[in-house]
């Protein structure tokens, strides 16, 4: 096998336009790696922004259409095929997802690359954690993929404590990697003392991101409609998944929950998290599985702006929130308990929690030390 040079990196992944996968380019970039991207592209409804790094383009997927990107799949094998004198020249293979990281196997061997497999496994679909002969046979894929990897990289302890450690008996080194923001440098500080957006009148709830949780916002169409002005509800981002076929009609027409369309990160963050007052950070699209045990980007893009976050109380984020005194969590039924906070809640017990979030070091909340460390451990793989 040969020998790859020991600062260019393989970074294969699923989609070159999320923004985990931008961030993590961004961020091995920043701090010394070639990165050579070898992602497909997700048609969405959102723009398409062509990647800034050297990338080889293994096809081009689109939403619910599981066929085709089945047949994408197989149609990257010949890219991988052209582009294995480029796959041997990168010293590490970095992979998101199991079903790249077969790939990349299989690119490591059309290259006779010897370059150690980093895989970064940040959601636990439910299918891995069902009792079925496909779920079954999913997680011995995923055990064969982890016994050929290097180093596991993933994004929340509850993943480690729940699911790794005792269903997949996984017992290699894994670097934990939080949802932290980056990059940081040109973000604002937060500013201490604020009053709530509105004076309380109403409440301002934002929810940033992929939106995958069909509860969520059914929760805040009834509250809205509820409460009757005491709180509004303000959403940017995008519908992802099967969200993405009733998006509207989930939020309905109240004007008390606004949709302000996709943002840039991290350009953004600071106007829209200075435009609310609680930082929505329910997910109950998994409650047994996914949903309980991560830990989410908005938790500390909040966190960068001294914003609370409101969470379910028996969950990996209301554990971490409770623990840092970083806002509130809801046991069930979440319909009576957040309607009654809402109506209940003064000013001044806001603006004690806000305070606190405010005391918080700025690095628990920005990743630019974990990627340091992580470009770090990478050159330890070689």
Not at 149 to 170: D, H
Request: proline letters at 5%; charged letters at 25%; aromatic letters at 12%.
């Amino acid at each position: 096998m040969q020998s790859p040079p020991l600062n260019r990196i393989a970074f294969f992944a699923h989609e070159r336009g999320d923004a985990r996968v931008v961030k993590r380019i961004t961020a091995l970039g920043d701090h010394g790696w070639g990165v050579v991207g070898f992602t497909f592209h997700r048609e969405r409804e959102k723009a398409d922004v062509p990647p800034t790094w050297r990338n080889i383009h293994l096809g081009t997927t689109y939403n619910r259409r599981y066929v085709q990107r089945v047949c994408a799949l197989f149609g990257s094998v010949g890219v991988l095929w052209k582009q294995r004198e480029t796959l041997g020249e990168c010293g590490v293979i970095y992979v998101i997802n199991t079903d790249n990281a077969l790939l990349a196997l299989l690119g490591k061997f059309l290259a006779g690359s010897s370059a150690p497999l980093v895989l970064e496994l940040a959601d636990i679909q439910p299918m891995m954690t069902g009792g079925g002969m496909v779920s079954k046979i999913a997680r011995m894929i995923e055990r064969f993929v982890l016994r050929r990897t290097e180093l596991l990289v993933t994004t929340s302890p509850g993943f480690v404590r729940e699911y790794f450690q005792p269903v997949q008996k996984y017992r290699g080194e894994i670097f934990l990697l939080e949802n932290k923001v980056y990059p940081s440098a040109m973000l604002p500080q937060a500013v201490s003392g604020e009053e709530p957006v509105a004076g309380g009148k109403p409440w301002v709830v934002g929810c940033f991101g992929a939106f995958r949780c069909r509860r969520s916002l059914q929760l805040m169409r009834e509250l809205a409609i509820r409460l009757d002005g005491g709180v509004r509800f303000v959403l940017r981002g995008y519908p992802a998944g099967t969200l993405a076929v009733d998006f509207e009609e989930l939020i309905g027409n109240s004007p008390n929950v606004t949709f302000g369309g996709a943002y840039k990160y991290p350009d953004d963050l600071a106007e829209m998290y200075r435009g609310i007052d609680f930082n929505w950070a329910f997910d109950e699209s998994d409650p047994s599985g996914n949903s309980a045990w991560l830990l989410p980007n908005r938790i500390y893009e909040g966190g960068c702006f001294g914003v609370p976050a409101i969470a379910g109380k028996v969950t990996e984020t209301g554990r971490w929130i409770e623990d840092n005194a970083l806002g509130w969590t809801f046991d069930e039924p979440l319909e009576e308990t957040l309607a009654a906070f809402f109506e209940s809640l003064e000013t001044e017990s806001w603006q004690a929690v806000r305070q606190s979030c405010m005391n918080h070091p700025r690095e628990k909340f920005v990743g630019d030390g974990d990627y340091a460390m992580l470009a770090d451990r990478l050159r330890g793989c070689l």
